[in-house]
């Protein structure tokens, strides 16, 4: 496993210029290559983390790009789970429609309305969360697509890569 070294350097800027702390000791256990990459393929390879968490910590999280969205994600998850409070990200570039990670009641609700319920069974069984986890843009992304069978079969095709 290697440390991608730009999200490091401008964590450790950003700390040296605030004056804060960085958490070096969480890192991502899995590596992939996302760039070019696909949404399913980025979905379907879910960022894992590690590393202790500080409860009651507050936290911002830095990453050289957002795409998705999903990684950023994933790293809230993993400093809420550890007790600590992920209070806001920042990012050196990215795709515009990932500007806001948080997920909008009505695209929830659209989602749901239109897959139904066993593609989120099936989802929360793959990936251990339901799609109220998801960004806007993952959940945006999933609603466009025709139909859950293409979603579940994206995702498998895609885990295999």
């Not at 399913?40 to 795409?67: C, K, T, W």
């Not at 429609?97 to 609700?109: I, M, V």
């Not at 309305?113 to 989802?123: P, Q, V, Y």
Request: aromatic share 10%.
């Amino acid at each position: 496993m290697g440390v991608n070294a730009i999200p490091e350097m401008l964590a450790n800027t950003l700390s040296e210029y605030l004056g804060w702390r960085t958490a070096s000791g969480i890192v991502q256990t899995n590596i992939f290559g996302h760039t070019g990459a696909d949404c399913f393929s980025r979905l379907a390879r879910q960022a894992l983390f590690d590393g202790n968490v500080i409860p009651n910590e507050h936290y911002v999280m830095a990453d050289d790009f957002i795409g998705q969205g999903g990684t950023l994600a994933n790293l809230r998850s993993h400093i809420i789970m550890g007790g600590g409070r992920a209070v806001g990200a920042t990012v050196l570039t990215g795709k515009h429609y990932s500007a806001s990670l948080a997920l909008k009641t009505e695209t929830l609700e659209a989602l749901r309305l239109k897959h139904g319920k066993e593609i989120e069974r099936w989802w929360h069984k793959r990936f251990g969360f339901g799609f109220d986890c998801l960004t806007e843009s993952e959940a945006r992304y999933l609603f466009r697509t025709p139909n859950a069978d293409r979603i579940r079969n994206k995702i498998v095709a895609a885990s295999k890569g």
